[in-house]
Every structure is written in C-alpha cells, then in structure tokens.
C-alpha cells in the first residue's frame, strides 16, 4: 500500500511537479547529479507530501510558494539518510547502491553536506521568511541530537522515556516540522499550526514504532533491509524495551541485545512476549492522538489525505 | 605572527566577545559541547574577523547585528573541518585529537551537521535577511563542490585552470563571501560590496597557495601537520603543477605524484626548480590584486587591519 492512492487529484498534481523539480535543484554540478540522482528513485515523499498538504489544508497555495521548500525537505531527509548510509555502512538503500559504497565515505560526505546548502539556498532564494529557515535549521539540528544520543548508547538499554527523547528528535520533530511548515506558509492561525504539528508529532512517534517493529518482523524482500539491522549495530528499540520487562528469558535477551549476539534467537524471545501487540498498540495510540489534532477546520480532501496517510504510517510493510 | 596583533583595539574587543559567544552557540546539549568545544580552540578567526572588520568598514554597526552571524562564520567552518578530518582520517587538527578520531566516523559527521545546522539557526533568529542566507548557503555549496572536484581527482594531474577553480570555490569564495556578508551588514553600497568580495577572493587564492607550499615547506612542528600530506593524500598542488612544467626530472616527478610514491623525493625535485618563488610570486600577485580592490572609502584602522590580514597570510608560518 501506498499513501499516494489516496491522494486527491490536486494533492496528486503537486506531487507530480515535486518530482520534476527535484532534478534542476540538483542539477549544477554533473557529476553531483550523477551522484544523487539515484538517492531520490523509490522514496515515499512522506515530509514534502505531508507540508503540501498542510501548506494547501484550507485554500489554494500557488506553487511557487510551496515547491521549492517541498523540494528542500526532501534534499534535508535525502542528506540525512546519506550521512545516516555512512555511519552504518550499508551497500543499499531503496534497493539503490548507497553513495558511501559507490563513492567512498569522503564524496558521500560531501553529497550530503551539499544538499544541506542546497536546500538552505532554495529557501534563501524563494522570499520564505525566517521562520521558515528557522524551523528548518531546528529540525536538522534536532536530527543530529538525536542520531548522536542514539549513537553514543549503542548496545545500551535504553529506559522507555530515553526512547521516546530518541525518536521524538530524529523523527517526530521532521514530520511535525513539516506540517508546521505548511501551516506557516499556508498563512493559517497560530492554533491550528500548533494542531498540525501535533498531528505531525503523532504520525512520527507512530511512524518510528512502526519501523522498529518492521526492522524485527518485516518481509526483507519488501523492506529491502536486512532484518534484525537496528540490533545488530547495537539500536534497541521498542520491541526489546518491552520484552525485557515481560520476558521469561529477559536476562538472556539482555545479553543477546547489549553483546551483539543471535538476531534470530532474539527475535524468537521477543515473539514468545506480548511486545509486538503492545508496540503496535502504542502506534496506533499515537495516530489516534495525530487524527483529535486534526483541525476540523481544513478541506475535506486535505483531512481525507492526512487521515489516509496516518493509516498508511501504522500499516505499512515498507 | 599572528594577524590578532595588527587589529585596532576596537576589533580586538569585537573578537573578544566572538570567543566568549562561541560557547553558549553549541552548548545547548552537554556531550555537543564537549564533543565540539575542543574544536575551537587555536583557530585563527580569519573568517569571522574579516566579517566583523567589513561590517565595521565605515561606521561602527551594534554586535548585536554581527555576532551571530559571525559566530555562524565560525561554525560552517569547523563544520567542514571536522568533515575535512573524516576525509582525510587526520588524527588531530589544531593540534587537539580530531572528533573523528575521538569518537568514531558516526559522531563525527553528525557533529558536523549540527555545525551546520546551528549556524543557520543563528541567522534565521536573528533577523538577518534572505540575501545573507543565501549567501552563505552558497558558500557552504561551493566548499563542497571543491572539495568534491579536489576528491575525484585524486593523483590526477589538474590543469593550473582546474586548481584554480577548485581553490576557488573551496577557500576563495568562503573569504570573500565574508567580507561581502560584512558589507551586506553594514548596508554599504553595492559597488563596495563587490570590491570588498574581490578583496576577499584576491586574500583566499594568495591563502591557498601559501598554504599549498606550508604543507610542503614549512615546519611541521609549526603547522602541526605531516609534511607533505596533500601528496600522499592524492591532492596534487601548484608547487607539483609548475615543476612539472619546468623540472628535467618532470617524468620522475609525474610519476611520484600520480602514484603516491615518496614525498621526501618530489619535495627534492622540487625545491630544484623555481616552483617555491615562482608559487610565493603568484600567492603575492593575488595579494596586490586583493589590495587593489579595497575601497578608499573605508576608515582607516579598518584598512590598515585588511593591509596587514593580507601580509599575514602570505608571511604565515602556519
């Protein structure tokens, strides 16, 4: 399932363009483009899709407004998962050769840092104000805390609420920015931005559980990850935080998730628990809490979209 | 020498309080800080100050419209330091263990990146305008685009055309951009803008060159780096770029250079032709050129300051 079939036919239309336009924004360099072009095929377009949205959630924004920061939280989430492909090695992402294997750390480095710019530059250049280049440059700084507090406790258990400090950084904070984003563009008042990013915030907690989840028990063939990565390199996440606590075997788990052992055995402890349950329960919660935010002011389509998009975030198998 | 001592006592407060505004910038989180404070410390301020001098160029413009933008300055730039080391798997940088070294690849990007990050949150909040954003945006761009040419041409030989683009857009455009962003600041006319830029741009060439013939010829306990690390690296400088062209042993030399043969021997074949003259005349021409470029409109402890930045850089040991 993808949340682009349920899409309204404008929503749809602005998508459309959104893919022309990321090309020209990469564009300057050949060999830069060369080099990032295939970091943008197979993406979902979540951030961008989820700010046009909000940024067209009551009347019509013209294009100009909204493509070039669409275009630009794309470049910052395709940055991200550049510098995030360096830090855990890996050979693919969206079934693509990563940048970091294709080119080596020091140009995958580089490509990163250089949409970064680029995207600072697209919102320089297209008469934001500066609340928008603040919203943005939180959100980036936000990410880095997080993927750092993440980093220096590998192999660490972490406690629920160091969990949820992780992911509201690294993840919640990106996709509540966006809807706050469209809010802020859409010129709409003060309490319904508030509204979206809190229904932003939701769908990203929601969203985090749900990969975490998808990590352990997702068709590899279809994630295009290897399973059981997050533990592997030493991430631990919902799944194991709960079934340590209910587990028979949790001192054995325990071993197996702070020791870098057997994925597989780990995966069976946890099965034998009540966490998948309680993880995707958790999930859902937190779209429930995403849909009340939901201003019952916006049009039909645009709610229709968001609540579409929230049932995709706990449903998805990818 | 240090240029600090050829600053009137006016920049040398405005200084001052740049060192202690670094701080409380990236101590926002305790492990951020410790990771990055260290990074700060022995650094020349070039980039700041030539910012703050240009700011100041005709009258006197309230720091509370310069820090944070020069703060900014200093961030992007150790930003692309502490990605620099990445690259280059240095084991320190100013003479301080590397946040590479220290802690591993993974933190080190994303210290970086919240380098970055941090650096437009300062200019967003603080009212700035779009042309300053943009600006440095750009700037950062171009950094990356040298130094992404610089690393696909590893041991190739560049045409003197080649290495001055690629000087250019990674040391060149980030000094003049500070001095424009300076003028932009102090709202002094556009004509003036422009000749501060070529200043800038005149100060960056003559900075990279002289730094090109330091990694070969100066003193290892003075520059804290190993001699010769751009050859054995693969980064092939003007000192090469003119022996080839004039040495008898130009075959040998190529050799050396596109294979990573031994250094001790290339800076031999070297220091036989007029490659260090030939480099300290050009390096010196760029300076005449960036003096040329200074307004007579400027006050006077301001020209004085920008004359002996420019001696500076071609005098340094370091």
Same mark, same amino acid.
């Given at each position: 399932?993808?949340?682009?079939?349920?899409?309204?036919?404008?929503?749809?239309?602005?998508?459309?363009?959104?893919?022309?336009?990321?090309?020209?924004?990469?564009?300057?360099?050949?060999?830069?483009?060369?080099?990032?072009?295939?970091?943008?095929?197979?993406?979902?377009?979540?951030?961008?899709?989820?700010?046009?949205?909000?940024?067209?959630?009551?009347?019509?924004?013209?294009?100009?407004?909204?493509?070039?920061?669409?275009?630009? +939280? #794309?470049?910052?989430? =395709?940055?991200?998962?550049?510098?995030?492909? /360096?830090?855990?090695? *890996?050979?693919? %992402?969206? $079934?693509?050769?990563?940048?970091?294997?294709?080119?080596?750390?020091?140009?995958?480095?580089?490509?990163?840092?250089?949409?970064?710019?680029?995207?600072?530059?697209?919102?320089?250049?297209?008469?934001?104000?500066?609340?928008?280049?603040?919203?943005?440059?939180?959100?980036?700084?936000?990410?880095?805390?997080?993927?750092?507090?993440?980093?220096?406790?590998?192999?660490?258990?972490?406690? +629920? #609420?160091?969990?949820? =400090?992780?992911?509201?950084?690294?993840?919640? /904070?990106?996709?509540? *920015?966006?809807? %706050?984003? $469209?809010?802020?563009?859409?010129?709409?008042?003060?309490?319904?931005?508030?509204?979206?990013?809190?229904?932003?915030?939701?769908?990203?907690?929601?969203?985090?559980?749900?990969?975490?989840?998808?990590?352990?028990?997702?068709?590899?063939?279809?994630?295009?990850?290897?399973?059981?990565?997050?533990?592997?390199?030493?991430?631990?996440?919902?799944?194991?935080?709960?079934?340590?606590?209910?587990?028979?075997?949790?001192?054995?788990?325990?071993?197996?998730?702070?020791?870098?052992?057997?994925?597989?055995?780990?995966?069976?402890?946890?099965?034998?628990?009540?966490?998948?349950?309680?993880?995707?329960?958790?999930?859902?919660?937190?779209?429930?809490?995403?849909?009340?935010?939901?201003?019952?002011?916006?049009?039909?389509?645009?709610?229709?979209?968001?609540?579409?998009?929230?049932?995709?975030?706990?449903?998805?198998?990818?």
């Amino acid at each position: 399932m993808n949340f682009v079939a349920a899409l309204s036919e404008a929503a749809e239309k602005n998508l459309r363009v959104l893919e022309d336009q990321i090309a020209p924004a990469i564009g300057e360099d050949p060999f830069i483009f060369e080099a990032c072009a295939p970091l943008f095929k197979g993406g979902k377009r979540l951030r961008p899709m989820l700010f046009l949205l909000c940024a067209n959630c009551k009347t019509s924004t013209p294009p100009e407004k909204t493509m070039p920061l669409a275009v630009a +939280l #794309e470049l910052i989430h =395709t940055a991200s998962l550049v510098h995030d492909d /360096i830090i855990d090695t *890996s050979k693919t %992402r969206r $079934g693509v050769e990563t940048a970091n294997s294709k080119y080596g750390a020091q140009i995958a480095v580089l490509t990163g840092d250089y949409l970064f710019a680029k995207a600072f530059q697209l919102v320089a250049e297209n008469n934001y104000d500066a609340q928008v280049t603040s919203t943005l440059s939180k959100l980036v700084k936000n990410l880095c805390v997080g993927e750092i507090m993440q980093d220096r406790r590998l192999f660490q258990i972490p406690t +629920l #609420e160091e969990y949820y =400090t992780q992911i509201n950084l690294k993840t919640a /904070i990106f996709l509540s *920015s966006c809807c %706050r984003l $469209g809010g802020i563009v859409a010129k709409t008042d003060a309490g319904e931005i508030e509204n979206l990013a809190a229904y932003g915030t939701g769908l990203g907690l929601a969203f985090q559980i749900t990969d975490d989840l998808l990590d352990f028990f997702g068709d590899e063939k279809v994630t295009g990850k290897p399973r059981g990565g997050d533990l592997k390199s030493g991430v631990i996440t919902l799944p194991v935080i709960r079934a340590l606590e209910t587990s028979k075997k949790s001192s054995e788990l325990r071993e197996i998730v702070t020791g870098g052992g057997s994925v597989d055995e780990a995966i069976k402890i946890i099965l034998e628990t009540d966490a998948v349950g309680w993880c995707t329960a958790r999930a859902k919660a937190h779209i429930e809490s995403a849909l009340v935010n939901l201003p019952f002011t916006l049009k039909t389509s645009v709610t229709l979209a968001l609540e579409q998009i929230a049932s995709f975030v706990v449903d998805r198998t990818r």
